[in-house]
């Protein structure tokens, strides 16, 4: 389930969603609550889009799909980020961790074609290891 979210502090990326053909995941502007409840409110306004719907144990298949987005949609992100006053940009790869007593060490290799497309974009890489038992 990878994300490409991208941030910006003073520039909302509404206009953008209601016109892209790039996959809208969510979009959430500056000032609305982030948790009503809670009364905590969103410092800045963001757009995510729809990278891979491959599990969280797959890290392989999202950044396959990961470089099949950017190469899709490489122009029309590039256009975004070149136009909007963007903070942060990157891609969220979640993945559980595969560490248990047996397995100490765990090692994730990004290829380098999903480095040079992400590094043409200036967007970052990130990935959120996740516990299995978390959600237990």
């Known amino acids: 389930m990878c994300l490409l979210k991208i941030y910006s502090d003073n520039e909302s990326f509404a206009s953008f969603?209601?016109?892209?053909?790039?996959p809208v995941?969510?979009?959430?502007e500056k000032g609305d609550y982030k948790n009503e409840a809670k009364k905590i409110v969103n410092e800045d306004y963001k757009i995510s889009f729809d990278v891979s719907d491959k599990e969280w144990d797959d890290l392989k298949g999202q950044v396959g799909d990961a470089i099949?987005?950017?190469?899709?949609?490489?122009?029309e992100l590039n256009i975004l980020l070149s136009t909007h006053n963007i903070s942060n940009a990157y891609l969220d790869f979640p993945i559980y961790s595969r560490l248990d007593k047996n397995i100490v060490n765990q090692n994730d290799h990004l290829p380098k074609a999903l480095i040079v497309?992400?590094?043409k974009l200036c967007i970052g890489?990130?990935?959120?290891?996740?516990?299995?038992?978390?959600?237990?």
Do not use: C, Q, R
């Open 17 to 22: 969603a209601k016109t892209t053909e790039v």
């Open 25 to 28: 995941y969510s979009i959430s």
């Open 68 to 75: 099949l987005f950017l190469e899709k949609h490489f122009e």
């Open 117 to 119: 497309l992400a590094g």
């Open 125 to 136: 890489i990130e990935i959120a290891i996740y516990s299995k038992n978390a959600f237990d």
